[in-house]
């Protein structure tokens, strides 16, 4: 097993089906009496967070603590790195403190690639910059697995802003690991031509009209508010008519196909609220696996020999 | 490796035979058993005692399976293990009697895993054990409730349980160390 988890891009096959197997094991935890394993028991994970997150911070933070581990949460705001503490000199504070592992956010892009020279324990990347979200992409593709039966030969469509999505780069490489066939879709401002070197067989569409009957996922990504007025696009009502998610192109997906919104989703800017409550929707879904799925990464990397 | 068989097809049967007849009898009929296999020999192991169970008396048991590896106690010992099953028949284990059923009883820490693993799972009434061998050696104070056979051993040595579910063939075998 590998010691860090940095990028979907280093997990090959074998790794993500080892990972996807232990995580169905881990989701049997949370329908239990006792929703608790000793596995992690005196070992520590901090939770180093540069950016604000609430629902990937407590994701984590419920897995370790489902798997008996000490969970310290050390976030920027109000904290020595407010008083301008170096990266390094937290890590070596964290390493000081016996940290077994961090899962570390960052908005540089690199920043948890950094931290493994600094820490002796695992680094898991919880998001860093505009680079890589590898546990997203790892229980995207398991709510896949357990929705549709497979990855392999599934057709997701990734919509929105690609550009400055690290859940749509993670995707895409790990869904290329898998055999599936991914279809960018977006603006030409959001999803740039550069993004057909991704991965081997990676396509790019500017027309979401065009991709809605083949697709099996359509996974939708937020349009970060701060980017509104960066002239990505003209304005949120042509973006919606373009790209977002109504009703009426839900119809016109395969009866079989699933939609998904790693969230927080922005209801009527890329999608609409009858899409994200239909039962066709897994947002909800994704929320519970992703805490089976980081169970599942923390035991494989923390489980063994120190 | 040099081995030699401990116990052939025909005896494994007749100790599982045996096996079931003392759980109905200790269990005054098996009314509340529930049988769990230790993953992985143990599965089949009661697999195979709830089909005679169900034809001796046409008692229909529920089986579940225990895949410990979550709570074993020498996880930061070796490398990462692969987590298995682990099955929780419908009618869970609350209030019920808890038959475990493994291949080998050696140091006792594998049963005290699975005991702390039934903990989490409900409360039931009683747990009981149920082992192939018994080959001793124990480093903890368990016992097992249902013997097929002792065999004295050297700590050298291996016992191996093959069982046709598993390794295509039934048969135990005790193997020289290394």
């Known amino acids: 097993m590998i010691k860090h988890l940095l990028s979907a891009g280093d997990l090959d096959a074998a790794t993500a089906a080892q990972i996807h197997d232990t995580a169905e094991e881990m989701a049997t935890v949370a329908g239990r009496e006792v929703k608790k394993l000793p596995t992690l028991r005196g070992r520590t994970v901090v939770n180093l967070f540069y950016e604000d997150s609430t629902r990937t911070r407590t994701s984590f933070e419920v897995a370790a603590k489902r798997l008996s581990a000490d969970v310290v949460n050390f976030s920027a705001k109000g904290s020595s790195v407010e008083k301008g503490e170096s990266l390094k000199d937290t890590a070596w504070t964290l390493q000081a403190m016996g940290a077994d592992a961090v899962v570390i956010r960052h908005p540089a892009s690199g920043a948890p690639h950094r931290l493994t020279r600094w820490v002796h324990g695992s680094v898991l990347n919880a998001g860093d910059g505009t680079h890589e979200h590898p546990t997203q992409a790892l229980l995207d593709t398991f709510t896949m697995r357990s929705r549709l039966g497979k990855v392999a030969g599934l057709n997701v469509a990734i919509v929105g802003d690609v550009l400055h999505s690290r859940v749509a780069r993670s995707n895409a490489l790990l869904l290329h690991t898998l055999g599936a066939k991914v279809t960018l879709v977006g603006p030409p401002t959001l999803v740039t031509p550069a993004f057909a070197n991704l991965t081997p067989d990676v396509s790019v569409s500017y027309d979401f009209d065009s991709v809605l009957a083949d697709a099996d996922v359509v996974m939708m990504l937020r349009v970060q508010k701060e980017r509104m007025n960066a002239a990505f696009f003209p304005s949120q009502h042509e973006y919606y008519r373009r790209y977002g998610l109504d009703a009426a192109r839900l119809r016109r997906m395969p009866d079989h196909a699933i939609v998904m919104h790693p969230g927080p989703m922005n209801r009527g800017v890329e999608i609409a609220p009858e899409v994200a409550d239909s039962p066709r929707s897994t947002i909800v879904e994704q929320v519970a696996n992703g805490v089976s799925v980081r169970m599942a990464c923390l035991y494989l990397l923390l489980g063994g020999r120190p | ?178």
């Open chain 2, 1 to 178: 490796m040099a081995y030699k068989t401990i116990l052939s097809d025909a005896d494994i049967n007749r100790i599982l035979d045996r096996i079931a007849h003392q759980i109905l009898e200790k269990t005054q009929g098996a009314g509340d058993v529930v049988l769990f296999g230790v993953a992985t020999r143990g599965v089949p192991l009661a697999q195979r005692l709830a089909e005679r169970i169900q034809a001796f008396e046409q008692v229909k048991l529920p089986v579940g399976t225990l895949d410990i590896t979550l709570y074993r106690d020498d996880l930061g010992r070796h490398s990462t293990r692969a987590v298995g099953r682990t099955e929780v028949p419908s009618g869970g284990i609350d209030g019920r009697i808890v038959v475990l059923v493994d291949d080998v009883l050696f140091s006792g820490r594998t049963v005290r895993a699975a005991l702390d693993a039934l903990s989490d799972l409900g409360r039931p009434a009683a747990v009981q054990l149920a082992v192939l061998v018994d080959r001793g050696h124990r480093q903890l104070p368990i016992r097992a409730d249902y013997v097929g056979k002792n065999i004295p051993t050297s700590l050298t040595e291996q016992v191996k349980v093959l069982l046709r579910e598993v390794d295509g063939v039934d048969e135990v075998r005790l193997e020289d160390g290394k």
